[in-house]
Nanobody, 118 residues
Framework: QVQLVESGGGLVQPGGSLRLSCAASGSMFSFNAMGWYRQAPGKQQRELVAAKSSDGTTNYADSVKGRFTISRDNAKNTVYLQMNSLKPEDTAVYYC???????????WGQGTQVTVSS
């Protein structure tokens, strides 16, 4: 089992910045990936925002490239999402996720609300 605790959401004006954090604990495999998904209001699907594996491989959604940066502190089992130049369409609940090829389960955080509005 892996537990994920997120922090850092909130209300921000368009063009502003926020940083999300997600700390993982529990039985983690050394090779894994951690990342962020989001679910926008009225949408049923969560979409990938960014993910970073323990070997450094990184993926971003096209909609956030150049604005968001994902980083990891492997010693602290923590992943961060720095979000700059935020837009109203970034408004969503953001979920941290952990997964590994050696674990059949994916693990999700409780979600943190990000609202971009003037």
């Amino acid at each position: 089992q892996v537990q994920l605790v997120e922090s850092g959401g909130g209300l921000v004006q368009p063009g502003g910045s926020l940083r999300l954090s997600c700390a993982a604990s529990g039985s983690m495999f050394s090779f894994n990936a951690m990342g962020w998904y989001r679910q926008a209001p009225g949408k049923q699907q969560r979409e990938l925002v960014a993910a970073k594996s323990s070997d450094g491989t990184t993926n971003y959604a096209d909609s956030v490239k150049g604005r968001f940066t994902i980083s990891r502190d492997n010693a602290k089992n923590t992943v961060y999402l720095q979000m700059n130049s935020l837009k109203p369409e970034d408004t969503a609940v953001y979920y941290c996720v952990y997964y590994s090829d050696y674990d059949p389960n994916d693990y999700w955080g409780q979600g943190t609300q990000v609202t971009v509005s003037s």
